[in-house]
């Protein structure tokens, strides 16, 4: 993809209050699917919450869910398409809610992912961490992994639905909250958040999981089945060549 400017940046008057992207150069990736296995876990704690009820879901339609934000838009379904005719109540919303918040505390960093964001760093580049969970939940874990000593930003997009993101999705969260961002790259990984970081107009390097492995990324600078594939120092030198270090 040509190093062409992006139009994710707004002029919407909610993004004055974020703080400008100084070099136009920003690295975006999703907190909890690619930076840790967040999306093991919540996936993890509906299957469980609905085993104790009686539901048995199976791998394979797990794996269907695999772009569902957020529990209390997906369980029902889940649960139904199971072929369970038993209510999903409130409570066992909240069961699976507990369990994630709970969980947040033994998330790790993937270090492969750490080393895109230093890279960016070293080159003066943005970074910021875009979540889909419960602003709540993307609080706890992006002080949890202490992101902020980075520099990273915060970005919870709103309006989520139950695919996610959105194709407008990601554009308007960067634009709202790092304005002067009009180089980008994404890390992502799965084929709804690859299509709204193109529609982006934002180079595009997916990070697949066990559960969206075989989705299709078309579009994709590359996919990363292997996350040591590319050096990421190389890789933001040549889609920003502006950004690399006078030799």
Same mark, same amino acid.
């Given at each position: 993809?040509? !190093?062409?400017?992006? %139009?994710? #940046?707004? @002029? =919407?008057? #909610?993004?004055?209050?974020?703080?400008?992207?100084? @070099?136009?150069?920003?690295?975006?990736?999703?907190?909890?699917?690619?930076?840790?296995?967040?999306?093991?876990?919540?996936?993890?704690?509906?299957?469980?919450?609905?085993?104790?009820?009686?539901?048995?879901? #199976?791998?394979?339609?797990?794996?269907?869910?695999?772009? +569902?934000?957020?529990p209390e838009l997906c369980?029902?379904?889940?649960?139904?398409? @199971?072929?369970?005719? &038993?209510?999903?109540?409130?409570?066992?919303?909240?069961?699976?809610?507990?369990?994630?918040?709970?969980?947040?505390? =033994?998330?790790? *960093?993937?270090?492969?992912?750490? &080393?895109? *964001?230093?890279?960016?760093?070293?080159?003066k580049m943005?970074?910021?961490?875009?979540?889909?969970?419960?602003?709540?939940?993307?609080?706890?874990?992006?002080?949890?992994?202490?992101?902020?000593?980075?520099?990273?930003?915060?970005?919870?997009? %709103? !309006?989520?639905?139950?695919?996610?993101?959105?194709?407008?999705?990601? @554009?308007?969260?960067?634009?709202?909250?790092?304005?002067?961002?009009?180089?980008?790259?994404?890390?992502?990984?799965?084929?709804?958040? +690859?299509?709204?970081?193109?529609?982006?107009?934002?180079?595009?390097?997916?990070?697949?999981?066990?559960?969206?492995?075989?989705?299709?990324?078309?579009?994709?600078?590359?996919?990363?089945?292997?996350?040591? &594939?590319?050096?990421?120092?190389?890789?933001?030198?040549?889609?920003?060549?502006?950004?690399?270090?006078?030799?």
């Amino acid at each position: 993809m040509a !190093d062409t400017p992006s %139009k994710a #940046s707004s @002029s =919407d008057s #909610s993004a004055l209050a974020a703080p400008a992207v100084a @070099s136009g150069a920003l690295l975006f990736f999703e907190l909890e699917h690619v930076l840790v296995p967040g999306r093991e876990l919540m996936l993890g704690a509906m299957r469980d919450v609905l085993a104790k009820e009686g539901i048995e879901v #199976s791998p394979n339609l797990l794996m269907q869910y695999a772009e +569902c934000p957020q529990p209390e838009l997906c369980l029902a379904d889940l649960a139904r398409e @199971s072929g369970s005719t &038993k209510e999903v109540t409130e409570k066992m919303v909240a069961d699976v809610n507990e369990a994630i918040q709970q969980g947040i505390a =033994d998330l790790e *960093i993937r270090k492969p992912v750490m &080393k895109w *964001i230093e890279a960016a760093l070293e080159r003066k580049m943005a970074v910021a961490a875009v979540s889909y969970w419960p602003e709540e939940w993307a609080q706890l874990l992006y002080d949890h992994l202490a992101l902020a000593a980075l520099d990273v930003r915060l970005v919870v997009l %709103k !309006d989520v639905e139950k695919t996610f993101p959105q194709t407008a999705s990601i @554009s308007k969260g960067i634009g709202e909250n790092a304005p002067g961002a009009h180089w980008l790259l994404g890390l992502v990984s799965s084929a709804a958040a +690859c299509h709204a970081t193109l529609a982006a107009k934002s180079h595009c390097l997916v990070f697949p999981d066990a559960y969206t492995e075989f989705q299709d990324f078309g579009g994709a600078d590359d996919v990363l089945d292997d996350p040591d &594939k590319l050096d990421p120092t190389e890789t933001i030198e040549q889609m920003f060549p502006r950004l690399r270090t006078p030799a």
